[in-house]
């Protein structure tokens, strides 16, 4: 029985106004998704494209930041404009999902996200270390999913803000697959090295956008100078005059980043999870 719970999926239409009201959301499918991890926990989450998407598309794997959830790429008005970054994606043709880390979302557990911090930074890295791994390890089902039920995709962008910057770095230096990151001011991690991006930025072997901002509370100038510099010459850097939320206008520069995709010769059919 959980096994079939772990499979089910949920297909919805979400209504226009949910997502803005942009023309190119106006025929999006959002789906439910529950996936069974290799240590038996729920993995949860949503796959979002549009009735144009081609079975072989580009995938999106958006990483929220800590305390958020996956429904924050979702959400109308989200404090990081975040929402807007799933639209543009849609619009030019991806197939887009989002995950809830761990203990985040319906995923919440019996000790919170920033408890888990607080224990890192008092010494015991155990429970970040935990949620940071495991929900690594979440994408790596995900993303065998994917390539199940669609195919290879054209390429793979991971994209995330705070820690799911963090997140992107760890997971494109993982899977050479990986094509392009977007990391929106990750943070330094440096009392998790292990799972720190400077640790693992030397593996990223995709082309990657680098966001920071110069009054980041949880990066210093340093600790993003140090994280260019190692990310090599596939990375481009733009830094804001801000602290750890970025201002509106850092869109523009993401959305001029991501290229537009070929048109299709004909509309493709609606393909399910």
């Known amino acids: ?54 079975k072989d598309a580009p995938l999106a ?10 429904l ?12 807007l970054i799933t639209k543009e994606l849609i619009g030019k043709g991806y ?13 919440k557990d019996n000790m919170k996200p920033l408890e888990r911090l607080k224990n890192l930074r008092s010494g015991k890295p155990e429970p970040y270390l935990a949620m940071i791994e495991g929900t690594l390890n979440d994408y790596d089902i995900l ?69 920071t901002a110069n009054q980041d509370q949880f990066a210093s100038p340093a600790d993003n100078d140090a994280l260019e510099q190692a990310g090599g010459g596939k990375l481009t850097r733009v830094e804001f005059d801000s602290k750890h939320r970025l201002p509106r206008g850092y869109l523009d520069g993401v959305g001029d980043w991501i290229a537009p995709l070929e048109p299709c010769a004909q509309p493709p059919l609606v393909h399910t999870w």
Do not use: C
Request: glycine share 8%; hydrophobic share 50%; charged share 15%.
């Open 1 to 54: 029985m959980k096994k079939i719970l772990m499979a089910f999926m949920l297909a919805f239409t979400v209504p226009v106004t949910l997502l803005g009201g942009a023309s190119a959301l106006a025929q999006t499918n959002v789906q439910q998704l529950a996936l069974e991890a290799a240590d038996g926990e729920r993995i949860t989450g949503f796959i979002y494209q549009n009735i144009k998407t081609e």
């Open 61 to 70: 794997i958006l990483m929220h930041g800590m305390t958020g959830s996956s």
């Open 72 to 83: 924050g790429w979702l959400a109308d008005n989200h404090g990081a404009f975040t929402d």
């Open 95 to 107: 197939r887009v999902v989002a995950l809830d880390a761990r203990s985040h979302g319906v995923r």
């Open 143 to 211: 993303l065998a999913k994917v390539n199940k039920n669609f195919g290879p995709p054209k390429h793979i962008l991971a994209a995330g803000y705070s820690m799911g910057a963090q997140m992107a770095v760890l997971f494109a230096a993982k899977h050479k697959e990986v094509t392009h990151i977007v990391t929106m001011v990750p943070p330094a991690a440096q009392s998790a090295k292990i799972v720190a991006p400077l640790t693992h930025a030397g593996k990223v072997q995709a082309k990657w956008l680098l966001i």
